[in-house]
């Protein structure tokens, strides 16, 4: 069938064209539409990113809170920046 949006031939049973036009319902669909479980699966991968960014975040200010204070405890013996 021709797409009466674009034009081009679609071949028979095909739901959507190519440039996005819904032959079910007859309305052009925008190109961005994702499915329910599209956008599940975008969230699932969003939520992991930000536990990752979160665990990056947190181990490298640990470790800089760490280092340091072993740096100032192991360079004089007590609490001070400037050399005795
Ligand atoms: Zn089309």
Redesign the pocket.
């Known amino acids: 069938m021709n797409?009466?949006?674009?034009?081009?031939t679609?071949p028979e049973g095909n739901l959507r064209?190519?440039?996005?036009?819904n032959f079910q319902s007859g309305k052009?669909e925008p190109p961005g539409t994702i499915t329910y479980a599209q956008s599940l699966s975008v969230a699932w991968l969003l939520i992991w990113r930000g536990l990752a960014v979160n665990f990056l975040i947190g181990w490298v200010i640990g470790f800089i809170i760490v280092s340091s204070s072993l740096w100032l405890v192991s360079g004089s013996g007590h609490f001070s920046l400037r050399p005795s």
Do not use: K, R, T
Request: proline share 15%; charged share 10%.
């Open positions: 797409c009466p949006q674009c034009g081009s679609n064209c190519d440039c996005g036009f052009p």
